[in-house]
T-cell receptor, first 116, second 110 residues
């Protein structure tokens, strides 16, 4: 199957700093990627839909100025958590589909963010 | 938008027993229903999926059934093994954006 690579797999940062997470589709082009946040023992909460060449679509309640998404190419989307605070600590995971509607979602490895 | 309900949230079985996880969805236009398995600290991975033109699909010990009229679909795991222990998510693909259920933590006791 297709491969989605996410980096870093874990990061620890100080409060007030920004952290960038990358999501790459390695062997296919993804015009759309999805960013999720997952709390322990909970489901995948969709944060935003990243569209190549255009602005991301954010879900209700997600601050677009805090979670900056850039999808500059067909294989790369980035999520930047700006001015991170301890409450932003979570597991962030991206996914992409191989260009077609209603097909398997391929997930990145996820990023464990800890803000201290 | 689509609403997916998943039950139970936790399921504990003995090795060798069967496990059933159920999901309901709201969007009658949904036509793609995948199931993902997520082991602790790892990414979700597709284990089986079904499209609306069939009512059942089987892959070894795993099967999925779909009732479009009632808008529900289920995951069946037979002869469970300890390595089946994980969180299982159902999803509904009514539009381009998949909607996930809340997840079921399956625990298989040896």
């Amino acid at each position: 199957g297709a491969v989605v690579s996410q980096h870093p797999s874990w990061v620890i940062c100080k409060s007030g700093t920004s952290v960038k997470i990358e999501c790459r589709s390695l062997d296919f082009q993804a015009t759309t990627m999805f960013w999720y946040r997952q709390f322990p023992k909970q489901s995948l909460m969709l944060m935003a839909t990243s569209n190549e060449g255009s602005k991301a679509t954010y879900e209700q309640g997600v601050e677009k100025d805090k979670f900056l998404i850039n999808h500059a190419s067909l294989t790369l989307s980035t999520l930047t958590v700006t001015s991170a605070h301890p409450e932003d600590s979570s597991f962030y995971i991206c996914s992409a589909q191989d260009g077609q509607v209603n097909t398997e979602a391929f997930f990145g490895q996820g990023t464990r963010l800890t803000v201290v | 938008g689509e609403n997916v309900e998943q039950h139970p949230s936790t399921l504990s079985v003995q090795e060798g027993d069967s496990a059933v996880i159920k999901c309901t969805y709201s969007d009658s236009a949904s036509n793609y229903f995948p199931w993902y398995k997520q082991e602790l600290g790892k990414r979700p991975q597709l284990i089986i999926d079904i499209r609306s033109n069939v009512g059942e699909k089987k892959d070894q010990r795993i099967a999925v059934t779909l009732n479009k009229t009632a808008k529900h679909f289920s995951l069946h795991i037979t002869e469970t093994q300890p390595e089946d222990s994980a969180v299982y998510f159902c999803a509904s693909g009514g539009s381009y954006i998949p909607t996930f259920g809340r997840g079921t933590s399956l625990i298989v006791h040896p």
